[in-house]
């Protein structure tokens, strides 16, 4: 009599289940409304090939739509909590500083989460921000300009470079390279021969992070420091700031510069006479990453090392000069910044395809110190930012009068 009673009882049970699977819930069309990133106003942008996927909050269950244009897409589903993706790639068409046109290939992300679905029809404002599948290590903070003691000289040894994952993917910071441009957006080298910046970025000076390849690991949403001394530069000067998490030093053996016990060198790649490097403060050179796996200063300078003529006038009459420096293949090139002095851009030091414009503080007296320049946060997605990175220098930092090292900051 039990097991019969136990088994009418487990087939009520699933008649019950089978009941309530018929009973569809109401659905309701989403229309998503696509809004291009706002640096791309002024451009011809064309959607690629992108794919929108709404996930069902409790239920897990997915709908995938592809799509090949910026039209308004419908999807379908039943009323419930839902979260929506967008993935996809758009041709920008923009013109660079000299008005030639430039054509890139860009990765856009829109993310909604926890939307209520009901009602029979729901229309979402969908904004796209600048996100490349296969981003890298980036610049999201630079600190050239230092700070001012409190009698209002210059202090300059609390510069510092932050480097960003802002991939999906686990990085390495070993063999890094960072390095300063040769020549200055505020300065026009006249005839430049040979003119190579479409290929290759003149450089000054180069630091490289040392390790074995898998030493210095960075976890998607993490950050490292580079800084000039890993101290904390508050004890000497109270307008500066405390550097004492840096994660590497740039330091060059000189008479006098200072180098921090437990801290990191960077290996020096350029070998120029006793001179310590302090970035320029007023913006009027520009800043690269590129990988340079493990070599020595002598062989980086004599594979990288190339001779420039250009000429230039002073007083009225022209000379022609030689100049040596050492160039960097753009094609290796993994994040470029682009700056330059208030109102004093004359120049392309970099080429567009690199970075198509330029940043530029907005003052260029004293009043620059204790600035710097942050990369925008296109989005944050499970608690960690993603950056913008268009390669537009104008559009994707912005300045600041509190620098933050160690943190990544919403704007």
């Excluded at 309701?28 to 996930?55: G, R």
Aim: with cysteine; proline share 3%; net charge negative.
């Amino acid at each position: 009599m039990y097991k019969k009673l136990s088994c009418i009882a487990l087939l009520a049970s699933l008649l019950i289940v089978s009941c309530q699977k018929d009973q569809m819930l109401p659905l309701s069309d989403v229309e998503v409304k696509m809004h291009t990133p706002k640096s791309f106003s002024n451009d011809k942008v064309k959607m690629k090939t992108a794919t929108v996927t709404i996930t069902n909050v409790e239920t897990g269950s997915q709908k995938i739509r592809k799509i090949k244009n910026l039209g308004v897409p419908f999807l379908k589903v039943e009323d419930g909590t839902y979260n929506l993706q967008l993935d996809g790639i758009l041709e920008v068409t923009t013109a660079d500083l000299d008005k030639s046109k430039v054509v890139k290939e860009v990765g856009v992300r829109g993310m909604k989460q926890n939307v209520k679905v009901e009602g029979g029809r729901l229309t979402l404002d969908l904004d796209l921000y600048v996100y490349n599948i296969n981003a890298d290590l980036i610049f999201s903070e630079i600190y050239f300009t230092g700070s001012l003691n409190v009698d209002g000289t210059a202090y300059s040894e609390d510069k510092f470079f932050e480097i960003y994952n802002n991939s999906e993917r686990d990085l390495y910071a070993d063999d890094l390279c960072i390095a300063e441009t040769e020549f200055q957006t505020d300065i026009v080298l006249s005839d430049l021969k040979v003119d190579e910046r479409d290929k290759y970025t003149a450089v000054s000076k180069v630091y490289r992070v040392g390790g074995n390849g898998k030493q210095f690991l960075l976890k998607p949403g993490e950050s490292f420091l580079i800084v000039d001394r890993a101290i904390n530069h508050k004890t000497i000067n109270s307008n500066s700031l405390d550097l004492t998490k840096a994660n590497f030093e740039w330091y060059d053996i000189s008479t006098t510069d200072e180098d921090t016990p437990g801290v990191p060198n960077m290996q020096k790649m350029t070998d120029t006479p006793v001179e310590k490097w302090s970035p320029n403060d007023k913006g009027q050179k520009s800043f690269i990453l590129f990988r340079r796996k493990a070599e020595t200063t002598d062989v980086f300078m004599k594979a990288a090392a190339y001779s420039y003529i250009y000429t230039y006038t002073e007083n009225g009459v022209k000379s022609e000069i030689n100049r040596d420096a050492w160039r960097i293949q753009n094609s290796s090139i993994i994040d470029a910044v682009e700056c330059s002095p208030k109102g004093q851009f004359n120049w392309k030091t970099l080429s567009s395809q690199l970075d198509i414009k330029y940043f530029s503080l907005s003052m260029d007296d004293n009043n620059r110190y204790g600035h710097s320049i942050r990369r925008k946060v296109a989005f944050i997605a499970n608690e960690r930012p993603y950056l913008i990175d268009s390669d537009n220098s104008s559009t994707d930092f912005i300045e600041s009068s509190s620098p933050s090292p160690g943190i990544i900051e919403g704007n």
